[in-house]
């Protein structure tokens, strides 16, 4: 079976989850991204298809962390324009996959969210399994709208990220098809506290649990009989 080269995006932790910011100070938040980064790396990692994973960021402790996690790290380019930010990730994506086909030939392709804490090995496996041959394929995110996932089973095709609000309906639109699957911690990028309280109920990966842990975090919903 073939294997998947897995891409991961990372903006300057200056700028990293600002509607994080209500809730958690600027050092907690960086570390909070720093920890997810960690166990989505960690959990891409444990797939046996996943040949390697790229972080691609501007950012040297967030270039560091990936590092230490296991991955391969591939700078930001430096854009002409001034691109937002999601246009840089997209270009940035853009720009790490032809990186690794520079180094590994022509490979099929994973870009993946950085925000993912509850991912697990077994949904992402699965996901590739689900992938077809010859196209690119998406996961949905919770909110039914974002992409968590790109794949390209196409060893010569292009990536083509379309990143950002609707991405869903972009990446439909370029020709990729929606995977169907429960997968919940895949399809659960961590946005917003709810998004993080999701992600907790359904159990976070060691880093983001001891981030959590250090700095107090207490469930909005802790006592409650629904959580």
């Known amino acids: 079976m073939s294997q998947v080269h897995a891409l991961i995006a990372v903006k300057d932790l200056a700028r990293a989850k600002s509607r994080l910011a209500p809730r958690f100070a600027q050092g907690d938040r960086e570390r909070l991204v720093l920890a997810m980064l960690t166990d989505t790396v960690t959990a891409a990692r444990s797939v046996p298809r996943v040949a390697s994973v790229t972080v691609v960021t501007p950012d040297p402790v967030v270039a560091d ?5 296991g991955a391969e790290v591939y700078p930001e380019p430096i854009l002409r324009l001034p691109y937002a930010d999601i246009e840089r990730l997209n270009e940035a994506l ?6 690794v086909r520079l180094r590994h030939g022509g490979v099929d392709l994973l870009a993946l969210q ?8 077994r949904e992402l496996a699965a996901a590739i399994g689900a992938a077809p041959r010859g196209r690119r394929s998406y996961v949905v995110d919770h909110r039914g709208t974002g992409t968590s996932a790109l794949l390209l089973r196409d060893p010569v095709g292009q990536l083509a990220p379309r990143f950002g609000r609707e991405s869903a309906v972009r990446h439909e639109e370029t020709g990729a098809v ?5 997968w919940p911690g895949l399809r659960l990028d961590v946005d917003t506290t709810d998004d993080l309280e999701l992600a907790i109920a359904l159990g976070v990966g060691v880093a983001t649990s001891g981030v959590l842990d250090e700095i107090g975090w207490v469930r909005a919903c802790a006592g409650e009989s629904s959580c």
């Open 114 to 121: 950085a925000d993912l804490p509850a991912l697990q090995g």
């Open 65 to 69: 962390t990936a590092l230490t996690a």
């Open 94 to 99: 853009t720009h790490a996959a032809e990186h």
């Open 178 to 182: 929606a995977l169907r699957g429960e």
